[in-house]
């Protein structure tokens, strides 16, 4: 779950100041006058005003009420400054420990995708030509013009089997080819897998216990159907095996702070897909990514190198975008001065008059810079729980060494990137 620094509740405040010496003067005066007036207006007449019992009354008894005064107000005093700077220490402690664990990263191995880019070469490619890619054309299934961007692709695609051999003795006879009928998201999700096939059966070499394990971001109504298809996916890849399961779109890059909750020390396999037959919503995009994460708890095998460091994501559903990036900083263990690009999902036009202040407020004012943000759903479209990982992705295949901020809608993380790859696992 995400950390939550409020629970360790507000620190007590100090006591103002120790008793001041004036102020204590004139009330050992007023006691020292007071108490021989009263002690002259109580001496039994006829008895001569000297000797020890005398000056007992006349200086002893109004010097020892003032004492015991100072010393109730001093024990007071002391309790107070002694009990705040207990609970304010185990305070601090508990906030570094959660912060400690907080900013816990997650290596990025690997980061893919498959994407209807229109032509161009890549994903980052797109976005540096920063003309969108959404515009109307009829959905698959349905009439009209929606404003979308979709594979040219039918939603079934029909693919060639391995051939197979003549039966009997007719040898000389050509191998028969047979087909098959699949689903085109599926092989759209095997082409996101294919550059880190390689990364995933190394790491599936030590058993079931250390492969990676797949989590596939959907939404409820799809999540059989999905988790279907990518199982299909995986097999397709030769990867059949591996603990794979759903997890809510909602959670999008949360996925990440999860699984650090888990203290797990399996690799993660995050995989997020958007497909739509019909009725696409306006300005929506289809498309796979998959990004493959690890804890980084012991050595990598070659040729698996890490690419960058994901730390622990924040959400935030108060929508306040300051405090958003800047615990989201605090997080990743950056200096705000040292944010060198902001890659943007889920913020529509009603953001743009409010993001200014809340990058200035998070003190990353350099964040304004048109060159230093990229909008990636509004040149790709909005796929959906893909969008901040499509960030991820795009982050990385820019090679800026450096930490980016990854932000979306309510979530925001840091990413540092690293070049050339290297291994970090030694924490």
Not at 219 to 244: M, S, Y
Not at 256 to 269: G, N, Q, S, T
Not at 404 to 417: E, G, K, N, P, T
């Amino acid at each position: 779950m995400p950390i939550n620094l409020s629970r360790g509740g507000e620190a007590i405040p100090y006591p103002a100041h120790n008793p001041r010496f004036w102020s204590w003067l004139g009330a050992w005066v007023l006691c020292v006058v007071v108490g021989a007036v009263i002690a002259l207006l109580l001496w039994p007449a006829g008895v001569p005003a000297r000797g020890a019992m005398f000056w007992w009354r006349i200086a002893g008894i109004p010097n020892g009420f003032f004492l015991i005064l100072l010393g109730i107000v001093r024990v007071g005093y002391e309790v107070q400054w002694h009990r705040a700077r207990h609970w304010n220490a185990h305070r601090q402690e508990w906030i570094d420990a959660r912060v400690r664990e907080a900013q816990r990263p997650l290596q990025v191995l690997g980061a893919s995708y498959s994407l209807p880019l229109q032509g161009h070469s890549g994903l980052l490619s797109a976005l540096n030509a920063e003309k969108p890619l959404v515009d109307q054309r009829p959905p698959r299934t349905t009439g009209g013009l929606i404003v979308h961007n979709r594979f040219d692709e039918d939603s079934l695609s029909v693919i060639p089997l391995e051939g197979e051999s003549p039966i009997g003795d007719h040898s000389d006879e050509p191998v028969r080819q047979t087909f098959k009928t699949v689903s085109t998201i599926v092989l759209k999700v095997v082409d996101a897998l294919i550059p880190l096939a390689e990364h995933l059966h190394v790491l599936s070499q030590y058993g079931p216990r250390h492969a990676p394990a797949v989590r596939v971001l959907t939404k409820a109504e799809t999540a059989t159907i999905r988790l279907a298809q990518v199982r299909d996916a995986l097999g397709r890849i030769g990867l059949p095996h591996l603990d794979c399961q759903t997890v809510p779109a909602s959670d999008a890059l949360m996925v990440a702070d999860a699984w650090l909750d888990l203290r797990e020390w399996r690799p993660l396999l995050v995989i997020a897909a958007e497909w739509h037959d019909a009725s696409p919503p306006v300005n929506s995009a289809e498309g796979c990514v998959a990004v493959l994460l690890n804890p980084g708890c012991y050595q990598l095998p070659e040729p698996v190198k890490v690419l960058g460091v994901l730390h622990r994501p924040h959400a935030d559903d108060a929508g306040a975008l300051g405090d958003l990036v800047a615990n989201a900083i605090r997080w990743g263990k950056a200096e705000p001065a040292a944010l060198r690009r902001a890659w943007m999902t889920g913020l529509g036009s009603q953001h743009d008059m409010a993001l200014p202040a809340a990058l200035n407020a998070a003190s990353v004012p350099q964040l304004n810079e048109m060159e230093a943000q990229c909008h990636v759903d509004r040149i790709i479209g909005n796929a959906g729980a893909a969008d901040p990982w499509l960030s991820v992705a795009a982050a990385i295949e820019s090679r800026e060494t450096g930490s980016h901020l990854i932000l979306d809608r309510s979530q925001a993380a840091v990413l540092h990137v690293l070049t050339p790859p290297h291994d970090e696992s030694e924490h």
